[in-house]
């Protein structure tokens, strides 16, 4: 991931000529698949953010490949209330990564300086941080407590999972980015959805079985455009 990394800078920044650099910034709201088919629940979305640079390299009028580097959170909440809702257990889990994505980007222009356009392509990621957090109240007893998330030392090319354990995430992530939005003159408004298409816990080998435990993340950004 670190040669991926310092390939797409170099990349960014040696043929920033020849490209469209912005620099993106968001809201995402994300969540973990809870069920064998992918299900998720609409209470347990996190909100987190993203943030970082992309660049679009023109292929022609109509199409455009884009990469670049961001910083981006992931996770979910739970919240469960009993006795009447005056005690509860609350928890929230917030991995960060840098994400590599590559997209596709069909442009439909509306006039000369603004227009439509839809992207999809797939995303590596690799976890850097990040912190669970849990909240509880019983009668009088109350408590909280605060972690930091641990990644194991995977290698994303094999399947192999060196140091797992139940408590560790996946150092990689992968899946796979769709979206639209509108591109005008100085700004760039985005609609992301991330698929999870790997098992976040590191004692789960199997990514194709079933859809539990993958992250889904929905993903609003604005792109400011540099050197225009």
């Known amino acids: 991931m670190k040669i991926l990394t310092t390939g797409i800078v170099l990349l960014l920044f040696s043929f920033s000529t020849h490209a469209q650099i912005y620099l993106q910034g968001g809201l995402n709201l994300a969540n973990i698949t809870r069920t064998n088919d992918g299900q998720t629940e609409k209470n347990n979305i996190l909100a987190s953010f993203n943030a970082g640079i992309m660049g679009r390299w023109g292929l022609s009028k109509e199409l455009d490949i ?112 769709f979206g639209g939005g509108f591109e005008f003159e100085h700004l760039i408004l985005k609609v992301n959805y991330g698929l999870g298409l790997a098992k976040i816990n590191s004692t789960e080998g199997n990514n194709s079985q079933n859809d539990k435990n993958k992250y889904r993340t929905l993903s609003f950004s604005v792109g400011i455009p540099l050197g225009k």
């Open 66 to 177: 884009e990469t670049g580097l961001l910083f981006t959170g992931n996770g979910s909440k739970a919240e469960t209330y009993f006795n009447g809702g005056n005690d509860y257990v609350k928890s929230t889990f917030n991995p960060y990564y840098i994400q590599a994505p590559l997209n596709a980007v069909v442009k439909i222009p509306v006039d000369k300086s603004s227009g439509v356009f839809f992207h999809a392509g797939p995303y590596i990621a690799m976890g850097v941080g990040g912190k669970s957090k849990r909240e509880s109240k019983i009668g009088p007893l109350t408590s909280s407590s605060t972690e930091t998330i641990q990644f194991s030392n995977d290698d994303p090319f094999t399947s192999q999972q060196d140091d797992a354990a139940y408590n560790k995430l996946k150092r990689f992530d992968f899946g796979l980015n």
